[in-house]
């Protein structure tokens, strides 16, 4: 084989190393944002909102993980008992009047800051947000 023979074949096996290492990143990426896609309503606690506050509040190291209980609240038992220490963080039927919907989507005049920190983490995606407002709005039940 001659010398252009061999970086044809080397060129081409770093080409389509690539284009594969290409494809993985986008379909994880579609994997992660398929992972954000929740139903409109009939949220269920168990299967839609626990494992949110699991992976992006309670994970250990987490503010709400049972061993740091940040503000009162441990959201890594089942059920939590939402209650921080400066009382319920959640209003059944109303999103807008929970403690906890005001941290996570924005920085309110009174409420301390938007959660989770941007120090610990990145902020929770949108339709997680969204899917814990209807939670709430659906009457936040975490028994189903």
């Known amino acids: 084989m001659s010398f252009r023979a061999v970086l044809r074949l080397v060129i081409s096996a770093f080409l389509v190393y690539f284009l594969m290492l290409a494809g993985c990143k986008d379909s994880n990426s579609s994997n ?18 626990r494992p949110i506050f699991l992976q992006d509040c309670a994970m250990p190291g987490g503010c709400h993980h049972s061993s740091v209980r940040q503000g009162g609240l441990d959201l890594e038992t089942d059920p939590p008992d939402f209650q921080g220490v400066h ?3 959640i209003q059944p039927f109303s ?4 403690r906890l919907f005001q941290l996570l989507f924005t920085d309110e005049p009174g409420i301390s800051r938007r959660m989770p920190p ?10 997680k947000i969204r899917a814990i407002g209807t939670w709430i709005d659906e009457g936040a039940n975490p028994s189903n």
């Open 32 to 49: 992660e944002e398929d992972q954000d896609i929740y139903p409109d309503s009939m949220l269920s606690y168990s299967r839609h909102i």
């Open 118 to 127: 941007p120090d610990f983490s990145t902020y929770l995606s949108d339709p």
């Open 87 to 89: 009382g319920p963080v």
């Open 95 to 98: 999103s807008t009047q929970s």
